[in-house]
């Protein structure tokens, strides 16, 4: 996903000039889609690689803490109920898998992810440490 954010923010700030240039050499007429649109892209794509670029998963032996740019979500390996894996399909057939820790607490967040991160064998043996649940 942060390939994907940077060629997303790279494609977009290139529409964003080669618009922009076309307007000010009088090749292009000014109107609300070609001033808008490619910056309306840009600020999304510019989103993204923030976003993609500051969110980590962390584990220690008692704890795991979920960190984006906007938010962040802690809970102790005691606070754990269980575990839950699931995938989801879109309407392209791409498939995407979540790990989803719920609290026993049902006033504290779950703390869910998606596995684009590169999870290494540490991670796995820590979360199997936890009960699958279902719903």
Known sequence: MRIFSIFFFGFSTTCLIHFYRAILDGEQKADWVTILGPAFLSLVGLYLVAGYFNTFVT?????????????????????????????????????????????????????????????????????????????
Request: hydrophobic share 30%; glycine share 4%; proline share 5%.
């Open 59 to 135: 584990i220690s032996p008692d704890a795991i803490e979920f960190e984006t740019l906007w938010s962040r979500k802690r809970l102790s390996a005691s606070e754990i109920r269980g575990r839950r894996e699931y995938e989801t399909t879109d309407s392209d057939g791409v498939k995407t898998q979540y790990v989803k820790l719920e609290p026993f607490d049902g006033q504290k967040p779950a703390i869910e992810f998606t596995r684009f991160f590169n999870f290494d064998t540490t991670f796995y043996e820590w979360l199997s440490q936890f009960p699958k649940v279902e719903r």
